[in-house]
C-alpha cells in the first residue's frame, strides 16, 4: 500500500506498517461527556467501548441532563468557532467593528444566549447525527 510513498525502501523496511480507523475512547469524547458516562455507565465503557452491556446503561441517562451536556458543549464550539474567525478576519485586515457583523440576527445564538433551566431536547426534527431513545 505504501510502496508508491516509499520508493527508495524495500518493502520489509517501509516505516508505516497499518493504519487503523479506531477510536481512543478517553481522548475522542469530550470530558464533560464523559463524566456523564461515568456517572450512568460506569468506568468500564472506556475500556470496553462495545460491551453493550454497558451501552445498554445509557437509558438510565435522563434526557434534560444529557441535552444540557450536549449544549453545554455545542456552545463551546461555537464560541470557539467564533472566537477563531474573528482572529482569522483580524489577521487578514478586516476592521474591528466588521468582525462583528454577523453576530446579530444570524447564525446559531451568542455566548450571552441561554437555553432555560431545564431544557429538554426537541421532540421532533432530523435526528441525523444524534442519539435518539427508543421505547421510551
Keep these: 500500500m505504501w510502496r508508491k510513498v516509499w520508493k527508495s525502501f524495500p518493502v520489509e523496511d517501509v516505516p508505516i506498517g497499518s ?3 479506531g477510536v481512543h475512547m478517553p481522548t475522542w469524547v469530550a470530558p464533560d ?6 456517572r450512568y ?8 467501548p462495545d460491551c453493550m452491556r454497558i451501552w ?12 444540557r451536556t450536549h449544549e453545554r458543549l455545542r456552545e463551546r464550539l ?4 467564533r472566537r477563531r474567525l474573528r482572529k482569522q ?3 487578514k485586515g478586516a476592521r474591528q467593528k466588521e468582525t462583528h457583523g ?6 446559531p445564538p451568542g455566548p450571552d444566549h441561554r437555553p ?9 426534527g432530523p435526528t441525523c447525527c444524534s442519539w435518539t431513545r427508543t421505547g421510551s
Design 116 to 124: 432555560s433551566p431545564g431544557g429538554s431536547p426537541p421532540t421532533s
Design 102 to 107: 454577523g453576530r446579530r440576527g444570524s447564525g
Design 56 to 67: 445498554n446503561n445509557a437509558e438510565a441517562i435522563p434526557d434534560a441532563e444529557l441535552w
Design 33 to 38: 461527556m464523559a463524566q456523564l458516562f461515568d
Design 89 to 91: 478576519l483580524l489577521d
Design 41 to 48: 455507565l460506569g468506568y468500564n465503557w472506556k475500556e470496553d
Design 19 to 21: 493504519i487503523t480507523n
Design 78 to 81: 461555537v464560541d470557539f468557532v
